[in-house]
């Protein structure tokens, strides 16, 4: 039983190491005061890490161990889920948009607001917690996935301070929220590790599938309208260096 308990909080302190670039993301957005430009540029180098890790490692893996239907089928199923948790939460659709080009609401413009940005920014980091929780179970600590899933969260994390700060939200609630994000995370990450303990390879490939889906529809409905906006230069080539990082990474890690 104890053994059991110290696994799980293994798993919590690994959820928590990617989730640390939350707090980076949250100070800088707090204090740095970037313009549009610098924000959408981190949050192209994001979402081309995301990108990649969805496609380069996590899919690819899975297509590995289980058919290509299956993994089509998952990520498919994954897509969805989180599009049409998305869909729901609509006062949240700007809550990764630093609010100089598109402004997220304020809780005096629309009441509930706040709580829904809250749930909004809970979803989004679902996907990287379960796909993290069944990596250390299935193989253990993966450096690149984590590496990846923290250059990550420093751009989410920044954009959406920004954008809140902007709609004259407290720093209270701002550091409140994003600290709930990072505990959300590494509890999910370790809940995940512990449920998945029964599954077999097929089984553990689809549902990585599934989390690759749900990280693909997170990146393009989340980051990426924020990081093409008002068609910052460059952000293309952002983009596709943050694909390569994560190779980059990857290659170094082995």
């Known amino acids: ?14 959820g928590m190491v990617p989730a640390s670039g939350v707090l980076i993301g949250t100070v800088l957005g707090l204090t740095a005061h970037l313009r549009h430009r610098g924000v959408a540029a981190s949050m192209s ?29 998952g990520i498919i199923f994954g897509g969805a889920t989180f599009s049409i948790a998305n869909a729901a939460l609509v006062t949240a659709k700007n809550r990764k948009r630093c ?17 829904s940005i809250a749930l909004g920014t809970a979803l989004d980091a679902v996907p990287e917690a379960l796909i993290l929780g069944i990596t250390l179970r299935a193989s253990g ?8 899933l923290g250059l990550s969260n420093v751009p989410e994390a920044l954009s959406g301070t920004a954008g809140m700060r902007l709609a004259s939200r407290s720093t209270i609630y701002i550091l409140s929220l994003w600290g709930g994000i990072m505990l959300l995370t590494a509890v999910t990450t370790a809940l995940a590790f512990h449920f998945l303990s029964g599954f077999g390879p097929q089984a553990t490939a689809v549902l990585k599938a ?13 980051m990426i309208p924020e990081a093409f906006h008002n068609e910052p230069r460059y952000s293309g080539i952002l983009t596709a260096a943050g694909f390569a990082t994560l190779i980059l990474v990857g290659e170094l890690a082995g």
């Open 210 to 222: 599934y989390g690759a889906g749900a990280l693909i529809a997170m990146t393009a409905e989340t």
């Open 99 to 115: 609010g100089e080009c598109k402004p997220q609401p304020s809780e005096a413009e629309v009441p509930g607001s706040g709580t």
């Open 45 to 73: 180098l994001g979402a081309g890490v995301l990108l990649s890790l969805a496609s380069v490692k996590v899919a690819s893996e899975a297509l590995m161990l289980a058919g290509a239907a299956s993994v089509v089928g």
């Open 1 to 14: 039983m104890a053994e059991g308990i110290m696994e799980e909080v293994w798993a919590f302190c690994w």
């Open 141 to 148: 600590p993966d450096v690149a996935l984590v590496v990846a």
